[in-house]
């Protein structure tokens, strides 16, 4: 299965950063998908430099709701008629920084799934939960309550403590991971539960990507910091494993 290499760009970059990250990933030959998941401003230029290639455009977040009197927010009908295919939810900053609930990331799912729209929904376990033993238990209930019944989109394992530090968890805890979170999906979702991909995230950066992806059940990447940077966002895909 070809890896899926999805850059989320955060609250970085501006429209002049558009037309040459653009050049550059048209202009290179991938046998990863990728995703670019710039902030919602840019997402209308972004999907006029990728028109006719084979990138994919992803936002960073959206509402449950499709319309409505929700000051500031934006719908997954929108991201869908402006060109996005993607939409990251429940990412451990918005879980944290907007206190979004296992509840209210399901409903956005629900929306992104309505519209059309593959959620890339994260998962992930703070450092405190780790030490503790509970890491498993932790990912296993954001699934349960953030996926909803006939889930088809993307899982990203992305323990909190390894975003933006530089501090990766061992080969052996992230095939660990990605292996019970396989399992999970199974139980929830029987046949295609056995499909959805799962990216890790944390800190993937040109160096340890090949490790990384190579992992057994690693189904490719999310990148933060690594993505805003073409050369190194391509060198990241270009690690990705062939088969
Ligand atoms: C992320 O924010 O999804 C992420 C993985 O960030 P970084 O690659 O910078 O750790």
New binding site residues.
């Given amino acids: 299965m070809r890896r899926i290499i999805a850059g ?1 760009w ?1 609250m970085n970059g501006g429209p002049g950063s558009v037309a040459a990250y653009a050049a550059a990933l048209r202009a290179a030959l991938m046998n990863a998908r990728l995703i670019v998941c710039p902030p919602f401003p840019l997402l209308p230029g972004f999907a006029a430099a990728l028109a006719g290639s084979l990138v994919e455009l992803g936002a960073q977040d959206c509402h449950a709701s499709s319309s409505g009197a929700h000051t500031g927010d934006v719908s997954a009908v929108l991201l869908k008629e402006i060109g996005a295919s993607h939409v990251i939810l429940g ?1 451990s ?1 918005r879980r944290a920084n907007h206190s979004e609930s296992n509840a209210v990331v399901n409903g956005k799912v629900e929306a992104a799934l309505a519209a059309g729209l593959v959620p890339i929904v ?1 998962v992930g376990e703070t450092e405190e939960q780790r030490d503790a033993g509970e890491a498993e238990d932790v990912v296993r209930t954001q699934l349960t309550h953030s996926l909803p019944a006939g889930f088809a989109g993307v899982v ?1 394992y ?1 323990p909190v403590w ?4 530089g501090k990766t968890p061992s080969e052996a805890d992230v095939a660990a991971m990605h292996g019970a979170i396989r399992a999970a999906l199974v139980t929830q979702f029987s046949a295609s539960g056995a499909a959805i991909p799962i990216l890790y ?4 950066k040109p160096g340890n990507a090949a490790a990384l992806l190579g992992l057994p059940e690693v189904g490719g990447a ?6 805003l940077n073409a050369a190194d966002f391509l060198a990241i895909a270009a690690a990705a494993p062939k088969d």
């Fill in positions: 989320n955060k990412h900053e994260c990203a992305e390894s975003i933006g530090t995230g944390g800190s993937v999310l990148v933060g910091g690594a993505s």
